[in-house]
Structures are given as structure tokens and as C-alpha cells.
Nanobody
Framework: QVQLVESGGGSVQAGGSLRLSCASR?????????WEWSRQAPGKVREVVAS???????NYVDSVKGRFTISRDYAKKTTYLQMNNLTPEDTAVYYC?????????WGQGIQVTVSS
């Protein structure tokens, strides 16, 4: 059974940084995974904030460009989301997603809270 386990969330003051990690267990094909981080704030729809395709191409929502960086570690089958210069608008539950030829998998979500 494939599992995605997120870590690194928490509370931080505006201007601070956090690094989210998403470790996969029992996932097939470390190389051909498309990774994605999304978030959902209270009362808002979930939005994709960053993605990295199997070929390495990255995409970011405009609101996080220049502040967030998505990366991955093939050997560890893990993706990361480095979040810098955080603002209260970044407060949300963050979700990790992995897609490959075998399936579409989601993490349980992790809370990020940014205070002003």
C-alpha cells in the first residue's frame, strides 16, 4: 500500500521559513513521479501551489513564485517544499500528491500557520 507522509509544518511568524517534506512508502518508480503540493485555507478551494514533473519541469502559482521552491530526492522518493518569506495568506493545510503509471496518491495534509 502506497503512503505519503508529510512533515515539517507548524507555526511561524510572517517573514519566516518552513520546509515541508513528503516521503513516499511503497511507491513504484521513483523517477517517473509527478509531484505536487496543494493547499486549502479555511473557506477557500484547494489550489495547487507547486508541481514538479517526472522530467523536472516545475510550475508555481503566481502568489508563491520567488518564495517557494519544490524539489525532489530520487533515492529517498521524497519531495520537498521550501517556503520562504511566509505571509499570513500562506496559512493553510498543505497536501502532497504523487502520480505515476500505477496511480494517484495523496498525503493526509499538514497545517502551516503564519502569524502577523
Amino acid at each position: 500500500q502506497v503512503q505519503l507522509v508529510e512533515s515539517g509544518g507548524g507555526s511561524v511568524q510572517a517573514g519566516g521559513s518552513l520546509r515541508l517534506s513528503c516521503a513516499s512508502r511503497n511507491i513504484f518508480s521513483a523517477i517517473a513521479i509527478n509531484w505536487e503540493w496543494s493547499r486549502q485555507a479555511p473557506g477557500k478551494v484547494r489550489e495547487v501551489v507547486a508541481s514538479i514533473a517526472g522530467g523536472g519541469i516545475t510550475n508555481y502559482v503566481d502568489s508563491v513564485k520567488g518564495r517557494f521552491t519544490i524539489s525532489r530526492d530520487y533515492a529517498k522518493k521524497t519531495t520537498y517544499l521550501q517556503m520562504n518569506n511566509l505571509t499570513p495568506e500562506d496559512t493553510a493545510v498543505y497536501y502532497c500528491r504523487a502520480q505515476n503509471v500505477r496511480g494517484d496518491y495523496w498525503g493526509q495534509g499538514i497545517q502551516v500557520t503564519v502569524s502577523s
